[in-house]
């Protein structure tokens, strides 16, 4: 355990260090993301009711963790086997879950900021007062951890070109198709169960329920799916490190 432990200090300083160039650069483009999709999706919207500001104030956090996850991760993967450093990585003689929990972690702290900025925009621009539950934290940590483990699955099992496509599809889809900023009620219904299965809606349900927390408390469901797909694209990602070839 203590050799783990030393492995992700040190694997957490060579990350920040690699990424030092690009980490503000990433950082202000979430926060961006965040506040802009609060500002601008607000404009599609004749009149604001507490219901659809709520979605749109909790729903920005959501597309801030998986847009740094789902796109900025898979992406980053892809530009590290086009320059080697993949193999280079793969080569290294410290545990594979270390060298994932140290990049994870470096993501997740790019995603805060944007997350913190955008739900006091919201509730700035909406005058909302949310009834927050102690949750939110293992619900953001849990939105952050599957959104980069779905990110590094497609990531390490995809080509570099295939895992860029697929990274732009997934923000899309999060953005434009999945009920995150609106009620799944409005998606035609083969879609809506489909996001039954899919983990995009279960995210912002976690970020919604214990950022405004319901008279009967906050669900396990999404919880316990989100935790299946992040178990999966660690198995996945675990999988193609350990590979020999």
Known sequence: MRHWWRSYWLLLRWSVLQQRAQLPFLLVVQTLLGVGV???????VPRMDRATALYLATGAPT???IMV???AVPQTVAHQKLTGTFDYLRSMPVPRLA??????????????PGLVASLGVAAWRFDL??????LVVPAALLTAATSV?????VGYAAKPAVANIVSQLLIIGALMFAPVNFPAERLPRWLAVAHEWLPFGYMA?????????????????????LSLWAVVGLAVTYRVMTRRG
């Open 38 to 44: 609060v500002i601008g999706f607000a404009f599609l």
């Open 63 to 65: 597309i801030a963790l």
């Open 69 to 71: 996850g789902m796109v």
């Open 99 to 112: 060298l994932l929990a140290a990049d994870a972690t470096v993501w997740a702290a790019l995603a805060l």
């Open 129 to 134: 007062s949310l009834a927050v539950s102690p």
């Open 149 to 153: 483990a779905v990110g590094y699955g």
């Open 205 to 225: 349900q976690v970020m919604r329920l214990t950022l405004d927390t319901p008279p009967g408390g906050v669900p396990l469901l999404p919880f316990a799916v």
